[in-house]
């Protein structure tokens, strides 16, 4: 979306007269600021502002909404699946290029854990994030009217895997929420709930420092969060998690947080990738012995020129992204008008993380900070990087109403299934229209949030 914006800006006449033409390939119709998830998911922000409409945002812009299936790049040539190509029932479509940016980021990395696919949820999209918020408080709902003993504390026991920046914010931002919608329970106080959090390396959030790893595994543990690091999942079959510790806990969820992997399409392509899968790019974020191909963000194995250690790549996050966008789109132009080719240079400034409501923890510039501090500094950074002063005025107005306001406890789980009642009062069966079967059991499309 930033290259595309830039782009457009200093194309204005070209596009204009019809010289130049700028195609935005997209499975969605927005942009997802993916830190402020977290937030989205506690009740903090509305979902709609978690998004940026690319229509709006791009408007001299064309704009398809599908995936690339494939990339022939020998012949310049992208096989597109688009919603218009699936009502037709003519499959793909091809599109011709000139040039081609290649930045579709990055999916969740799952692992063969028995159980894993049939009840984990992830945590990468804004449909997730708000699947996931209505998710709890169902199991809240569930554990206040049952009288199963077993069934209440599964309810009630929430599992997250992987102690990175999705996993951390996100168990901390909906504990937070769930022990602010408990005291609205007669019967479900706090410390009924059960918060674990799996890490399979020896410590939790690498990017703000051992330090501050460690006052943020002390600040959670004080919560009453078990935080388990040096330990794997092994199993959630039956919806019991299965820890490589022995440990076993019945639960109804498990969040999947545990590491990202390149974009499949990167595999349907001729491009050049490196071991891990990324495409090898140079510092000027051109692939690697390819023209007319660039790529940026999670997809792109760029070499960082701020580091003293030979062969070290950018960091996949984005912080790199959103500043590699910038300069990939000026070098297109250069390149478009025989002018020289700009290094992609920017040495990192440090992270922060949010561990819910006033409670922060950040590692920046050499400086280690934590509590409201590094809460309002995260705030204050997101704000300035969230792209359009609208979508900024929005997330503002929001933080300050719900600093006034009683939080949101409502859980919509039935915007899932929109036609569940209209289906039943046709005469149907309620089947799908609460997230659950007529058994008791969720339903599939619900469990994957």
């Known amino acids: 979306m930033y290259t595309a914006l830039l782009l457009q800006r200093r194309l204005k006449q070209q596009l204009k007269s019809g010289e130049a033409e700028i195609v935005v390939v997209s499975p969605d119709p927005y942009m997802t600021y993916q830190p402020f998830l977290p937030e989205a998911a506690a009740g903090n922000i509305s979902p709609r502002h978690v998004v940026v409409p690319l229509r709006r945002v791009l408007d001299r812009c064309q704009i398809l909404i599908g995936e690339a299936t494939a990339i022939d790049h020998a012949k310049r040539t992208a096989t597109l699946r688009t919603l218009a190509s699936e009502e037709e029932g003519t499959g793909t479509v091809d599109l011709a290029y000139d040039e081609l940016v290649l930045a579709p980021g990055s999916i969740s990395r799952t692992l063969p854990v028995p159980g894993l696919a049939e009840h984990g949820i992830g945590f990468k999209t804004v449909e997730e994030a708000i699947g996931l918020r209505n998710h709890v408080i169902e ?67 690498p990017e703000v420092g051992d330090v501050m790893g460690k006052y943020a595994v002390r600040e959670l543990r004080a919560r009453n969060i078990d935080v388990r690091l040096d330990t794997r999942l092994d199993s959630c079959e039956d919806r019991v998690a299965v820890l490589s510790d022995g440990a076993r806990f019945p639960t109804r969820t498990l969040v999947w947080t545990a590491g990202v992997k390149p974009h499949p399409v990167l595999a349907a392509t001729d491009l050049p990738r490196n071991d891990h899968g990324r495409l090898r790019c140079t510092a000027h974020l051109a692939v690697a012995d390819t023209e007319h191909a660039w790529a940026a963000g999670d997809a792109a194995a760029v070499p960082d020129l701020t580091s003293d250690e030979p062969g070290k790549e950018c960091a996949p996050n984005a912080q790199h992204a959103v500043r590699q966008a910038r300069v990939l789109a000026e070098n297109i132009l250069a390149s478009l008008r025989g002018a020289p080719l700009r290094d992609y240079r920017h040495a990192y400034a440090g992270s922060v993380a949010s561990l819910g409501l006033h409670k922060g923890v950040g590692h920046v510039y050499g400086r280690k900070i934590k509590g409201y501090p590094a ?75």
């Open 375 to 449: 809460w309002l500094m995260h705030r204050v950074y997101h704000l300035s990087r969230v792209p359009t002063f609208n979508r900024k005025a929005r997330v503002l107005a929001e933080w300050t109403l719900s600093g006034l306001f009683k939080r949101e406890i409502v859980s919509l789980g039935s915007l899932e299934h929109p036609r569940a009642e209209f289906e039943l009062a046709a005469g149907g069966e309620r089947s799908r229209g609460t997230g659950r079967s007529k058994d008791g059991e969720r339903s599939e499309g619900t469990e994957e949030a």
């Open 139 to 205: 199991q809240m709902d569930i554990a206040s009217s049952t009288r199963d003993p077993a069934i209440r504390d599964a309810a009630l026991t929430f599992v997250f895997v992987g102690g990175g920046y999705a996993g951390v914010e996100a168990l901390a931002e909906l504990e937070d929420m769930a022990r602010y919608a408990s005291r609205y329970y007669h019967n479900i106080k706090a410390e009924d709930m059960k918060w674990i959090l799996v890490e399979a390396t020896g410590r939790i959030l």
